[in-house]
């Protein structure tokens, strides 16, 4: 079964560091997310990305985030300058349509620990 | 936005029935899902409904909604210690968007 996969698994920053979150979407599928969730706290989403562009973003997704699709493959998650509180899990999800009964394929996220 | 409220824990004896319940604010919800998080592994999705239903079974999942109440439950019949993970309720309202409540981590004891 096609699946979503994000590498690494695990990332380790200093704050005030750069860094980038891959994601290798489902092949065939056209939208994609990024959702983050912080420790015991809910899954949020951030970012939805089509067409080259970001189609929605949350108010959590400022100037130090951006994403990009630099291949046809790859779907990344910038963040410029990481603080503390960005330490989060962070999930990448595709879907192949964004009608309201579309399901969303997720990945099984990227750890990320800011110190 | 939508708020979506689940309990945290859940401890359930293998073979008998577990109730996960969830509450969400925006009656304008449209699909509600239940996803399912393993060690290590992403959100599985389970399974759907649609908010003009009250009920859905898929073997031994069966999701009931109380669209009044703003209500989702998923119960899972005869539970088995691989049905111990963290299940996620999101609701998705016309802005496309998924809102998540916090996961509720079922641990099936023998």
């Known amino acids: 079964e096609p699946e979503v996969t994000q590498t690494p698994s695990h990332q380790v920053t200093q704050m005030g560091q750069e860094v980038i979150l891959r994601c290798v979407p489902i092949?065939?599928?056209?939208?994609f997310y990024w959702y983050r969730q912080i420790l015991g706290q809910k899954v949020e989403f951030l970012v939805s990305?089509?067409?080259?562009?970001?189609?929605?973003k949350s108010e959590i997704f400022d100037d130090q985030f951006s994403v990009e699709r630099p291949d046809g493959s790859n779907f990344t998650l910038k963040i410029r300058s990481t603080k503390l509180e960005d330490s989060a899990m962070y999930f990448c999800?595709?879907?192949?349509?964004?009608?309201?009964?579309?399901?969303?394929?997720f990945g099984s996220g990227t750890q990320l620990s800011v110190l | 936005g939508e708020d979506v409220e689940q309990s945290l824990f859940l401890s359930v004896r293998e073979g008998d029935s577990s109730v996960i319940n969830c509450t969400y604010t925006?009656?304008?919800?449209?699909?509600l899902y239940w996803y399912k998080q393993e060690p290590g592994a992403g959100l599985q999705l389970l399974t759907y409904?649609?908010?003009?239903?009250d009920m859905k079974q898929d073997q031994r999942l069966t999701v009931l909604l109380n669209k009044k109440d703003k209500h989702l439950s998923l119960r899972i019949a005869d539970t088995q210690t691989g049905d111990s993970a963290i299940y996620f309720c999101?609701?998705?309202?016309?802005?496309?968007?998924?809102?998540f409540g916090a996961g509720t981590t079922v641990t099936v004891r023998a």
């Open positions: 092949s065939n599928h056209l939208y």
């Open positions: 999101a609701v998705r309202s016309n802005d496309y968007k998924l809102s």
């Open positions: 999800a595709s879907s192949s349509n964004r009608g309201l009964s579309e399901k969303l394929f």
């Open positions: 409904i649609f908010s003009n239903m």
């Open positions: 925006d009656s304008s919800s449209t699909y």
């Open positions: 990305f089509y067409n080259n562009e970001i189609s929605e």
